[in-house]
């Protein structure tokens, strides 16, 4: 299987700049495996769409504020994502102007209102997958990064980030904090369309995985099997696992919100089929020829031409259907990626 073969062409201005005017306002493409057809539906009918005996997974993580900016002792500006403490005390973090960013060099912060922050960082590794480690003056609360950092929108936004992007590019359930990328899926949905979605008897349980900055690194092999995934961590808590495991003996659905959401529950799943690894590290990759042990159904946003995140929905419901629902969509001029519309793969 070819990287070249996921590719298809999409008109810049359908990759959306802006989230919605309101949350859940968006449009619903439904792609249905089992009738073998795609349909155009509003976010808000999402609710009369799901098979009555599902249960739905979301993803809690929450989105830090992990892009900081700092200035050099040369008085370069630098661009940092911090994407998670080492177990030595530095943090990880992606930087700009990379080359440049050698072992040794220190670096002031700064806050938003572009005086220095009391906090300093130096640069102790340089990683082999070109992150840099940095161990901080002061150890790290999320008060630094409320005072210094910024959303980290994906790098298909063309723009800074303001100040509505620090509710809009977070979901209403995010709770545990540890993302520098939302589960974007997550964001169409209201408090009122998950009430709703109980009241028809349909519960929602909640899983953690945080998203890393490897799930915008594009797919750089001449074949998808040669790629090495990003590795994440999940967890899912006990009693969530025997409710879900539960509902899956009993015949019932399980929907997934969002990738994220599936690579935890398919990661958790032993071959039997149950939930029984309830937490780690992984780098599990889904491409077609994978085989589901958990999930039945998802709901995701639009994916990146070449994506691992296009060769998953791809193995849930065939390269070929996928292709043609996305051809649909942008004739349809749907909006594409994170703040952009919703796909609903239904069997």
Partial sequence: MLTKDYYFDLPSELIAQEPSEKRGEDKLLLIDRKAGVFSDHMMDEFPSLIHKNSVIVVNNSRVRKARVFGVSDSGGTVEFLFLGKEDDGAWKCMVTKTRRQKKGKSYCFLLHDGSESPVRGEIVRENEDGTRSVQLSEDLGEEFFAQCGHVPLPPYIKREDKWSD?????????????????????????????????????????????????????????????????????????????????????????????TTSVRTLESAADDSGRLSKLSGNTDIFIHPGYSFRFVDDLLTNFHTPESTLLMLVSALAGKDFIFRAYEHAIEKRYRFFSYGDATFIRG
Avoid: C, W
Wanted: negative net charge.
């Fill in 166 to 258: 620090e509710t809009r590019y977070q979901t209403v359930y995010a709770k545990r904090m540890g993302s520098v990328a939302s589960p974007t899926a997550g964001l169409h949905f209201t408090a009122k369309l998950m009430d709703e979605v109980r009241s028809m008897g349909i519960p929602i349980y909640e899983v953690t995985l945080h998203v890393g900055a490897g799930t915008f690194l594009p797919v750089r092999t001449e074949n998808i099997e040669d790629h090495h995934m990003h590795t994440e961590h999940y967890e899912i808590e006990k009693e969530t696992a025997e409710a879900l495991n539960k509902a899956k003996a009993e015949g019932r659905r399980i929907v997934a919100i969002g």
